[in-house]
């Protein structure tokens, strides 16, 4: 019957997880931690790929653009027609 006592003892010491833990110590050194490897800084000064596409097509002019569609337009159904009569 002992045995039995010693598990319900370890039982009542649980961890109980509505009790609210305060760790904004840890969390605030975490935070300094990564503040001062500039993590944060770095990536804020990527460029984004979607703003460079856009920035290509502003500086490139529209006859150029259009041209480009209808070539590779065209080679797309080329290249469709001959994958249908090949295969």
Do not use: H
């Not at 300094?32 to 979607?50: G, L, Q, Y």
Request: a negative charge; glycine letters at 2%.
């Amino acid at each position: 019957m002992a045995r039995f006592q010693k598990r319900t003892n370890l039982m009542e010491e649980t961890f109980n997880p509505f009790n609210p833990i305060d760790n904004s110590e840890v969390l605030k050194s975490n935070l300094n931690e990564i503040d001062s490897r500039s993590i944060r800084c770095r990536f804020k000064a990527t460029e984004d790929p979607i703003q460079y596409v856009f920035e290509s097509f502003d500086n490139t002019s529209l006859k150029t653009l259009a041209r480009d569609f209808v070539k590779e337009g065209f080679s797309d159904v080329v290249s469709f027609i001959t994958s249908i009569v090949n295969g």
